[in-house]
């Protein structure tokens, strides 16, 4: 994504994923993509459809936090909208004006002209040949105090990533992560927020333009059940387990446990250390 010719090997099966240590994406380089008329092939095997309950709801864990968030009445673009366009008509359903954009389905490139309120984009950026040239593109359609909102799964620590079932569908080929994200912060003087899913993978990364507040959408608790205020957030969340190097558990200070293995970040960007981590 950033061009850096310095790229590790991290793992192949036929196809190779590369990390690239200063964005942090993992990628499947462009001769190992699939060709148009095979892709379009796999996306027609998708049955999303704005009736289905379960794509509904599948949806609402990027609706939620950023309708929390919306004014009413707000211009959106739903970028990748796909065969069955769904988020775009729920975002309609709570009253905001919608358009659509799809490079196979809703190929209208007058749409990306315009300026939004908010851009939504789910499940969408692990398909991106080209992940820069197209992230940079929907940044410059936000209004100021716009939204960004993205959904994708995080790649998962180098160990781990041969188990991994995202990998395994040949249409995905960049694999972005928390490292990821917060680099495209500074690239676009941005803040950050991400959401887990029920506190493990699928991740949410939403990122908000440089006008706008910066968002911190989970709760973090105590064992006890009491609130913790986590540092630059009104609220921050504590999820998974947390480790030594030795396999040794640690209480994360604050928490019941943490995540060692996943990073975390102050809303400026600035990398905080783990108690207790590599």
């Excluded at 240590?21 to 148009?36: G, I």
């Excluded at 799964?153 to 781990?160: G, K, L, N, V």
């Amino acid at each position: 994504m950033c061009d850096t010719n310095t790229n590790d090997l991290v793992f192949q099966d036929g196809r190779d994923y590369y990390l690239c240590p200063l964005c942090q994406l993992v990628f499947v380089p462009a001769h190992q993509h699939l060709s148009p008329g095979v892709e379009k092939s796999r996306y027609d095997l998708h049955r999303n459809h704005p009736d289905d309950p379960g794509y509904r709801r599948f949806l609402e864990r990027l609706l939620r936090p950023l309708a929390e968030r919306l004014a009413p009445a707000g211009s959106g673009l739903d970028f990748g909208s796909g065969p069955g366009p769904t988020l775009s008509l729920m975002l309609e359903e709570a009253g905001h004006r919608m358009s659509i954009y799809d490079p196979i389905y809703a190929d209208n490139p007058d749409v990306l002209k315009n300026q939004y309120d908010f851009i939504t984009a789910t499940e969408v950026i692990e398909h991106l040949y080209h992940p820069l040239l197209e992230l940079d593109l929907l940044w410059s359609l936000l209004r100021p105090g716009g939204y960004l909102a993205l959904m994708t799964t995080f790649s998962p620590r180098r160990d781990t990533f041969s188990d991994w079932y995202y990998k395994n569908d040949d249409t995905h080929v960049c694999f972005f992560s928390r490292q990821t994200f917060a680099w495209l912060a500074r690239r676009w003087q941005a803040q950050t927020a991400t959401y887990d899913s029920e506190g493990i993978d699928p991740g949410k990364a939403d990122i908000q333009n440089r006008d706008g507040q910066a968002l911190c959408s989970v709760e973090q608790f105590n064992v006890d059940g009491s609130d913790v205020t986590a540092p630059g957030c009104s609220r921050a969340v504590c999820i998974v387990e947390h480790f030594n190097v030795d396999g040794s558990d640690v209480t994360a200070p604050g928490c019941s446990r943490a995540v060692c293995g996943v990073e975390h970040f102050n809303v400026d960007g600035s990398d905080v250390t783990a108690p207790g981590c590599s």
